[in-house]
């Protein structure tokens, strides 16, 4: 259903009061950002057998590990200003 809805974007942001491109470039750019978007672990769609709080720590800590709790940790807090 995706790529209808793709198609059909395509052919609305192509005209030329909107977008004035032509359709098969839209279709590749709407393709493109469909596409980044199935690899973001922030916008994948919750599923019964994983919630989203365990898919999105998985996915960070696969990426950085637990380096950026020492490189927080290591960061002197911002200093206050008294009221």
Request: hydrophobic content about 45%; cysteine-free.
């Amino acid at each position: 259903m995706q790529d209808q809805l793709i198609d059909y974007m395509a052919k609305f942001l192509g005209r030329p009061d909107v977008l004035a491109m032509k359709d098969e470039e839209v279709t590749n750019l709407l393709r493109r950002q469909v596409e980044s978007l199935r690899r973001n672990p922030w916008a994948v769609a919750e599923t019964a057998s994983q919630p989203a709080e365990k898919r999105i720590a998985a996915a960070l800590s696969a990426k950085d590990g637990p380096a950026w709790q020492g490189r927080l940790a290591a960061e002197s807090p911002a200093p206050h200003l008294s009221a």
